[in-house]
């Protein structure tokens, strides 16, 4: 079965470092997405991505962040310069068609601890 | 503002019971709403879904109920498992379709 993977499971940062979260969304699948959950709250939408440009972003997805698809099979969230706030676990997903259409599908998440 | 919540934060429950989780939202516009299964250390995974124009949707054992004058929405597991055992969220999807807005979370607890 087709999943979304992500990589590193797990990633330790000092404060300042920049970051890069990387995803390799299904492969027929046009609609990207990172969201993120700090632990023990609900899950965040942060940026969706489409046709190699930013659809919709939230109010968390300032400037620090930024999303790249740098070919054809990843798409990567880069956080510039981490705060301890970051540390979230960051989930990306990705679907078919709009969301509203179509199942999105979530890959296992990526842990990130800034210290 | 709008959001997407629920009423219990726990909810635990006997093995071949049935399981009733709530969820409540604000946006009177929502016209889409999607339950999700978000296992330990796992992402979220696609349960059930329902549109606005529905009030009644079934699954393989799970149901989900829409009550638009009220703004609710419930998710009923039937026979409930050991395996259901997880956090479950609902969640809104905006009217353009690009951003899913999550509730707080349930955790369902089987007990055998």
């Known amino acids: 079965e087709p999943e979304v993977t992500q990589t590193p499971s797990h990633q330790v940062t000092q404060m300042g470092q920049e970051v890069i979260l990387r995803c390799v969304p299904i492969?027929?699948?046009?609609?990207f997405y990172w969201y993120r959950q700090i632990l023990g709250q609900k899950v965040e939408f942060l940026v969706s991505?489409?046709?190699?440009?930013?659809?919709?972003k939230s109010e968390i997805f300032d400037d620090q962040f930024s999303v790249e698809r740098p070919d054809g099979s990843n798409f990567t969230l880069k956080i510039r310069s981490t705060k301890l706030e970051d540390s979230a676990m960051y989930f990306c997903?990705?679907?078919?068609?709009?969301?509203?259409?179509?199942?999105?599908?979530f890959g296992q998440g990526t842990r990130l601890t800034v210290v | 503002g709008e959001s997407v919540g629920l009423h219990l934060p726990t909810l635990s429950v006997q093995e071949g019971d049935n399981s009733i989780i709530n969820c409540a939202y604000s946006?009177?516009?929502?016209?889409?709403f999607i339950w999700y299964k978000q296992e330990s250390g796992k992402g979220p995974q696609f349960i059930i879904d329902?549109?606005?124009?529905?009030d009644k949707r079934q699954g393989q054992r799970v149901t989900v109920l829409l009550n638009k004058t009220v703004k609710h929405l419930s998710l009923q597991i039937a026979a409930t498992q050991p395996g259901d055992s997880a956090v479950y969220f609902c969640?809104?999807?905006?009217?353009?379709?690009?951003?899913?807005?999550f509730g707080e979370g349930t955790q369902l607890t089987v007990n055998p």
């Open positions: 997903a990705s679907s078919e068609r709009s969301p509203v259409n179509t199942e999105a599908f």
């Open positions: 492969s027929n699948h046009l609609y």
């Open positions: 991505f489409y046709n190699n440009e930013i659809s919709e």
């Open positions: 946006n009177s516009a929502s016209d889409y």
């Open positions: 329902i549109r606005s124009n529905m």
């Open positions: 969640a809104e999807i905006n009217s353009w379709g690009s951003r899913l807005t």
